[in-house]
């Protein structure tokens, strides 16, 4: 349930406002892993994904959090992030860390946008299911970011096959198939970018993460009012 004032159908989930954010024990197809505290939510596991409820985007999708990882000793991952599930049952992770990876605390170091590609269609030997990660790809930007742990806004736009990225409210960037994505032959970069039916939600990465200040809405006209408050172009 929404509060009062927002919309929500089949096909949106409206934040009423950026400054508005969503209840954290509403937004999840269901609770088990998490830890509720009023606007955060912590997932008490690495590799835990939620989908969020009415999160199923036909077309555009914007969503907006602030995350932290929550082992202090792994300065350089910060670990959650963006869960996308196409039709297909591939799914991308895309978090935010530190590059030089593993670098000093207080050294220069950059956001680099990373992205986990996997499959949920995967079976055993013996007939159960699994997910499988890869290795990742990423995109270096130039905003400062020496200590993965601390926390990052991240505000994320799709639309027409292109990911929009705002980090920190400072730096933005726009990514499609044609971008300088490194290592992006160990992911299939074909499917990150395609269109297509996507369920979203969160992912934690290599350790547990807590996420706060989210919204998320879902549509075309949701992603280019994001996109334009990005000052990128749809």
Known sequence: MLAAGCLMSSFSLSACGSANYLDPSTIFTDQSGLTINKKSVSFSEKHLTKLFENG?????????????????????????????????GTWHNIIIFHDPWKSEVNVDAYAKIWIVQGTTNLED?????????????????????????????????????????????TYS???????????????????????????????TAETPATFNKISYEIGDEAALKAIKSMKLNG
């Open 125 to 169: 030997e013996e007939g159960n299911s699994f997910a499988q990660d890869s290795t990742g790809a990423g995109f270096l930007t130039t905003l400062p970011f020496s200590v993965s742990s601390n926390p990052i806004n991240v505000e994320i736009a799709y639309y027409k096959e292109a990911y929009y990225f705002r980090l920190d409210k």
């Open 173 to 203: 960037v726009k990514l499609d198939i044609n971008s300088d994505i490194m290592d992006s032959i160990r992911i299939d970069i074909n499917k990150l970018f395609a269109s297509g039916e996507k369920k979203i939600g969160f992912r």
């Open 56 to 88: 199923t985007a036909e077309k555009g999708f914007t969503v907006s959090y602030t995350v932290e990882g929550d082992r202090k000793d792994y300065l350089w991952v910060n670990s959650g992030g963006l869960y996308v599930e196409q039709e297909d």
